[in-house]
């Protein structure tokens, strides 16, 4: 069973920067392919960033693309989401999700395993 405990969350100020992590337990995490997604209250849970299993290739919304930067470190068995450049739009809840395969993507459906998320909160 996938286990993914996020960390890192708060409240900032706008254009501030936080870093979120997302902790992975079992061995299998150099294979698997990694995501993080946002909820906002209200809202659809929408696509922020995704990396192979090698840290190779990411893949990053629009919305966060030039701000946020995703790596990993398989040894740790943690990817990180460090966050620059804070808006209030990007105020929601940050969940992190695995799959089973190298290919990175921004489809939720295709990511089999989730953590219980962090808030991220921006003051304007």
């Known amino acids: 069973q996938v286990q993914l405990v996020e960390s890192g969350g708060g409240l900032v100020q706008a254009g501030a920067s936080l870093r979120l992590s997302c902790a992975a337990s079992g061995r299998w995490f150099s294979s698997y392919a990694m995501g993080w997604f946002r909820q906002a209250p209200g809202k659809e849970r929408d696509f922020v960033a995704a990396i192979t299993w090698s840290g190779g290739r990411t893949l990053y919304a629009d919305s966060v693309k030039g701000r946020f930067t995703l790596s990993r470190d398989n040894a740790k068995n943690t990817v990180y989401l460090q966050m620059n450049r804070l808006k209030p739009e990007d105020t929601a809840v940050y969940c992190c999700?695995?799959?089973?395969?190298?290919?990175?993507?921004?489809?939720?459906?295709?990511?089999?395993?989730w953590g219980q998320g962090t808030q991220v909160t921006v003051s304007s």
């Open positions: 999700a695995a799959r089973a395969t190298d290919r990175a993507t921004g489809v939720r459906e295709l990511y089999n395993g």
